[in-house]
Structure formats: C-alpha cells, structure tokens
C-alpha cells in the first residue's frame, strides 16, 4: 500500500476511535493526514469504501499472521486481543454497518480459521471432505456467534476468559469428531471376519 493510502486509513483509524463513522467526514479524514480532499477522492469512492478496505486487509492480516493450524486457541487469542485494543472503533463499525455484512467479515475470517484448523487436523486420516467441512462449519458459527454476542452487549464482558474456558472444556474434541468420522467410513465387517 502506498504511503497516502496507508496515511488516509490510519486518520481514519485513529478518528474512529474517537467517533462514530456518521460524525466522520472525508475533509476531518484529509485534514488529519494532511491531504487534499480530493487525494482522498483519488484513493476512494467514499468513506464506505474506506472502510470495507480497512476491514477486509485487518482480517486477512490477523489470518496470515496469527494463524496456527495446530492452536485453533491462538487464532482466537489473537482477534480477541485486536478487538479488545480497538474496542470504541469495532463498536462504531459494528453500529454502522448493517449486521449482515458486519457478520459477512466475521464469517470470512473464521471460516478460514476453522477449515485451516480442520484441514490440518484431518491430515493423515482418511476422513471425507464433507465431514471436515461439516466440523469447520459447525465452529465457525459457534465463534461468531459468540463475538456478535459481545458486540450487541457493548464487549462488556471478558470474552477471552470465556472462549479460554471452552477451549478448555472441548479440548480434543474436534480430533475425536474427525475420529468418529474416520471410524464410519470403514466398511463394514463381513461374515466370518
């Protein structure tokens, strides 16, 4: 990214901190980068445009560079510890945007998580695509349904001590799921066997 580009998204990063994106004008976005309007014009079709950029490139930063396929609990660890540190601009993106495609961006990135995790752990077993997908599925919605959980209560609770507390109660069990699965795909045993 370029150096205007990259000065354009941290003015408007350090602006949402402050206020919501409604209070946010492309002249407050230039003045605190200190470029022309119409610079930021030449980058952008408009503050939504901005913003979706900005949110697409945080995803995909914290994917390729906290992901661990073998410790679905430091990816988690990682997001958290970035929603956590920029709590007031997450909250004004999050009461900005319609829900869905809030939740689009959330999706997006612990899919990848889970089916990184899935895929990994599946390595080495003969288990069907259908089942890991299934399984990454299943705990990408239990993800994000739990942070857009957190969001709608303002994250006004320790979140992370949660998702620790059920990564330990289900440790294992994605492993013993792609087991199962695993078990079920062996044939069945013939008479005199």
């Known amino acids: 990214m370029d150096r205007t580009k990259q000065a354009i998204c941290e003015a408007f990063s350090q602006l949402l901190e402050e206020k919501p994106i409604s209070k946010i004008s492309v002249r407050e976005i230039a003045a605190q980068c200190g470029v ?3 610079t930021f014009y030449y980058h952008y079709r408009d503050i939504p445009t901005l913003l979706q950029q900005i949110l697409e490139e945080v ?3 914290l994917v390729r560079r906290y992901y661990s396929p073998k410790s679905p609990v ?3 660890r990682a997001l958290l510890d970035y929603m956590k540190a920029h709590q007031k601009a997450l909250l004004h993106i999050y009461r900005y945007l319609p829900r869905e495609d809030f939740q689009a961006y959330l999706d997006r990135g612990a899919q990848r998580l889970t089916e990184g995790y899935f895929d990994n752990a599946a390595q080495g077993l003969d288990v069907p695509q259908e ?3 299934i399984m990454a599925h299943f705990y990408k919605c ?3 349904g739990a942070l857009l959980d957190w969001l709608d209560a303002g994250m006004d609770y320790d ?3 949660i998702f620790f507390r059920v990564c330990v ?3 294992g069990s994605g492993k013993r799921a792609l087991l199962r699965a695993r078990r079920m795909q ?3 045993p013939t008479e005199g066997e």
């Open 74 to 76: 430091d990816c988690i």
């Open 142 to 144: 239990a993800v994000v």
């Open 131 to 133: 089942d890991i997908e």
């Open 36 to 38: 022309a309007r119409n």
């Open 59 to 61: 995803m995909d930063e």
């Open 159 to 161: 979140i992370k001590r």
């Open 186 to 188: 062996a044939p069945e």
């Open 169 to 171: 109660l289900l440790n």
